[in-house]
């Protein structure tokens, strides 16, 4: 059973920075998509940034430049750090979790519809 847990979200002032943090369990699979989503009220889930298994990472173009997704694979965590925060980063967010075929295991899908395993969310609050 896959098991995805999300922490260190929180309220920070923007242009602060905050690093969330997903510990996942249960995944076995050697060729797989890791991804942060986020979803603010009345907005559709929004693919933030993707690690394929070879850690090819790509972001949306509103965090370019300002977040980083990497992953520990010793300690089976994915991470985000988010710098430079602006109050429209608010929201909730999302670890995600995709198996992928040794086909497709260069690039990741950015449809949250293509991501069977999530976690419960960590909410991020930035005030202006």
């Known amino acids: 059973q896959v098991q995805l847990v999300e922490s260190g979200g929180g309220s920070v002032q923007s242009g602060g920075s905050l690093r969330l943090s997903c510990a996942v369990s249960g995944y076995t699979d050697s060729k797989y998509c890791m991804a942060w989503f986020r979803q603010s009220p009345g907005k559709e889930r929004e693919g933030v940034a993707h690690?394929?298994?070879?850690?090819?990472?790509t972001y949306v173009e509103s965090v370019k430049g300002r977040f980083t997704i990497s992953q520990d694979k010793a300690k089976n965590t994915l991470d985000l750090q988010m710098n430079s925060l602006k109050p429209e980063d608010t929201a909730m967010y999302y670890c995600?979790?995709?198996?992928?075929?040794?086909?497709?295991?260069?690039?990741?899908?950015?449809?949250?519809?293509?991501?069977?395993?999530w976690g419960q969310g960590t909410q991020v609050t930035v005030s202006s």
């Open positions: 995600a979790a995709e198996k992928r075929s040794y086909r497709s295991a260069g690039w990741c899908p950015t449809d949250p519809a293509d991501y069977h395993y």
């Open positions: 690690i394929t298994t070879y850690g090819i990472t």
